[in-house]
């Protein structure tokens, strides 16, 4: 009576054997089915982590239309102290805010409207550049972040700086005597 049993359980065994190879064998059949039809479509796969992107709503945007955006200072002397206004008028739906502005060096300091510039109305940015310890061809940028498309905008301001004379200097280094 074991000896059957155990008879039976062995051709069970067999036969459960068999049929995981078989599912095994349709699963992979039917995974390389998916990727050959992957592959011959043309359509573009999202993935899982992907954000999605909407488009801003104009009624929530301001805009910027600046007279100009680069201003050019000519030649100066190395020392001098450049400034300049850039207006602009929003011409967006909404309040533009300035939300901050980054200079492109320690030679360049800005300014602007602080508080919300309403729909038609003007506002400004000033620059001010610093040409201590420059020499040469000089082009500072300010780096603007609004509620604008696109969020950043860039204004420059350009020139040459004449270095000092070398006698107007003072020594470098100790003096013998």
Request: a neutral charge; charged letters at 15%; proline letters at 6%.
């Given at each position: 009576?074991k000896?059957?049993?155990?008879?039976?359980?062995?051709?069970?065994?067999?036969f459960?054997?068999?049929?995981?190879?078989?599912?095994?064998?349709?699963?992979?059949q039917?995974?390389e089915?998916?990727?050959?039809?992957?592959?011959?479509?043309n359509?573009?796969?999202?993935?899982?982590?992907?954000?999605a992107?909407?488009?801003?709503?104009?009624?929530t945007l301001?805009?910027?239309?600046?007279?100009?955006?680069?201003?050019?200072?000519?030649?100066i002397?190395?020392?001098?102290?450049?400034?300049h206004?850039f207006?602009?008028?929003?011409?967006?739906?909404?309040?533009?805010?300035?939300?901050?502005?980054t200079?492109?060096?320690?030679?360049?300091?800005?300014?602007?409207?602080?508080?919300?510039?309403?729909?038609?109305?003007?506002?400004?940015v000033?620059?001010?550049?610093?040409?201590t310890?420059?020499?040469?061809?000089?082009?500072?940028?300010?780096?603007?972040?609004?509620?604008?498309?696109p969020?950043?905008?860039?204004?420059?301001?350009?020139?040459s700086?004449?270095p000092?004379?070398?006698g107007?200097?003072?020594?470098?280094?100790?003096?013998?005597?």
């Amino acid at each position: 009576m074991k000896i059957k049993l155990l008879s039976a359980l062995a051709v069970a065994l067999m036969f459960g054997a068999c049929n995981q190879k078989d599912d095994q064998a349709a699963k992979i059949q039917a995974l390389e089915e998916k990727i050959a039809q992957l592959e011959n479509s043309n359509t573009a796969v999202t993935p899982v982590n992907a954000q999605a992107a909407t488009s801003a709503d104009p009624s929530t945007l301001g805009g910027f239309e600046f007279k100009e955006m680069e201003y050019d200072f000519g030649n100066i002397n190395e020392g001098q102290v450049v400034e300049h206004v850039f207006n602009f008028t929003n011409n967006g739906q909404a309040p533009l805010v300035i939300s901050n502005i980054t200079a492109s060096c320690g030679c360049t300091s800005p300014d602007w409207t602080k508080s919300p510039v309403m729909p038609g109305e003007e506002g400004f940015v000033k620059v001010v550049f610093n040409s201590t310890a420059k020499s040469g061809a000089q082009a500072p940028t300010v780096t603007i972040q609004a509620n604008t498309n696109p969020t950043v905008t860039r204004l420059r301001m350009k020139g040459s700086v004449t270095p000092k004379l070398a006698g107007a200097q003072a020594p470098a280094g100790p003096l013998k005597k």
